[in-house]
């Protein structure tokens, strides 16, 4: 079964980086779209960024856009999310998923995607 592993959450302080990772993307030839959502204790699942995995099209939230970048290594067959500038209201559970069905049909909604996983948090405190 396939698998994403998140790496790289941790507590920190608020205006600092942190760099998600997740591997490996399943069926990199097949994969059409891979995504970081995030879910707040008490709130649903929010969308933070994606990537189209053949062109490299990236799409933002809009509390993203302008701190986060969101890269695929297509050698390597990881997914990032470097985070700068972080906020107290960024902390939740970050998850990877991804998308391994064609076309791109909606790549900010949750319903896109086939695999996630299990979570890394991210804490910042002000």
């Known amino acids: 079964q396939e698998q994403l592993i998140e790496s790289g959450g941790d507590s920190v302080q608020a205006g600092d980086s942190l760099k998600l990772t997740c591997a490996p993307a399943?069926?990199?030839?097949?994969?059409?779209?891979m995504g970081w959502f995030r879910q707040a204790p008490g709130s649903e699942r929010q969308f933070v960024a994606s990537?189209?995995?053949?062109?490299?099209?990236?799409y933002y939230s809009n509390s993203a856009l302008g701190r986060f970048t969101i890269s695929r290594d297509a050698i390597k067959n990881t997914l990032y999310l470097q985070m700068s500038n972080l906020k107290p209201e960024d902390t939740a559970v970050y998850y990877c998923a991804a998308d391994i069905s064609w076309p791109i049909e909606n790549p900010r909604s949750d319903r896109e995607y086939e695999i996630w996983g299990q979570g890394t948090q991210v804490t910042v405190s002000a």
């Open positions: 990537i189209a995995w053949r062109t490299g099209r990236t």
């Open positions: 399943p069926r990199p030839f097949g994969t059409s779209v």
